[in-house]
T-cell receptor, first 114, second 116 residues
């Protein structure tokens, strides 16, 4: 299995631009998670989906952030407009079945907003 | 709410030294407990897990025992190697019920550096 795939691996953009991060979960997994990692705040869960439906988006920091999962094999996290404080590593993870099961993480997207 | 507290880092050890990274948790239910490892420039990988009290998770020489009475899940390794240098995260996940279902709650991470 290819594991969780994220693209791009690195993104550098200017403040005010729209940024779209992409994730392909492991085939057959029914949970998908978006996390943000920074030195100051550590790992934060932004949003997660079950069977393509958003279950909990309480971690999404502002209306500038949005996430979609149009089908079981693809999800996007969009930031519009981006700000320098959004600079972080964004991870996507997926898991199969119930909440106690293992989450498998992608390699992350390192976002730098200038 | 649910939370995980890890030993403050960074931790610096010489090769072949004994490692302990403390982890305690607070949870409203009966969580599963995990240790994840993050190598430089990579995503998190599951190191080991335990799903009920007194279970011991083990992998690659690392061990952790689920202690319900002390709400702890300390990570140990008898002899560390340079290749173990990474960031280690303790985490919990609750079972069915409520908005916490399916979520991982992470500790802040502990940086481990092992010198030759």
């Amino acid at each position: 299995d290819a594991g969780v795939i994220q693209s791009p691996r690195h993104e550098v953009t200017e403040m005010g631009q729209e940024v779209t991060l992409r994730c392909k979960p492991i085939s057959g997994h029914d949970y998908l998670f978006w996390y943000r990692q920074t030195m100051m705040r550590g790992l934060e869960l932004l949003i997660y989906f079950n069977n393509n439906v958003p279950i909990d988006d309480s971690g999404m920091p502002e209306d500038r952030f949005s996430a979609k999962m149009p089908n079981a094999s693809f999800s996007t996290l969009k930031i519009q407009p981006s700000e320098p404080r959004d600079s972080a590593v964004y991870f996507c993870a997926s898991s199969l079945g119930q909440g106690k099961n293992t989450q498998y993480f992608g390699p992350g997207t390192r976002l730098t907003v200038l | 709410g649910d939370s995980v507290t890890q030993m403050e880092g960074p931790v610096t050890l010489s090769e072949e030294a004994f490692l302990t990274i403390n982890c305690t948790y607070t949870a409203t239910g009966y969580p599963s407990l995990f240790w994840y490892v993050q190598y430089p420039g990579e995503g998190l990988q599951l190191l080991l897990k335990a799903t009920k009290a007194d279970d011991k998770g083990s992998n690659k020489g690392f061990e952790a025992t689920y202690r319900k009475e002390t709400t702890s899940f300390h990570l140990e390794k008898g002899s560390v190697q340079v290749s173990d240098s990474a960031v280690y995260f303790c985490a919990l996940s609750l079972g069915a019920g409520g908005t916490s279902y399916g979520k991982l709650t992470f500790g802040q991470g502990t940086i481990l550096t092992v010198h030759p």
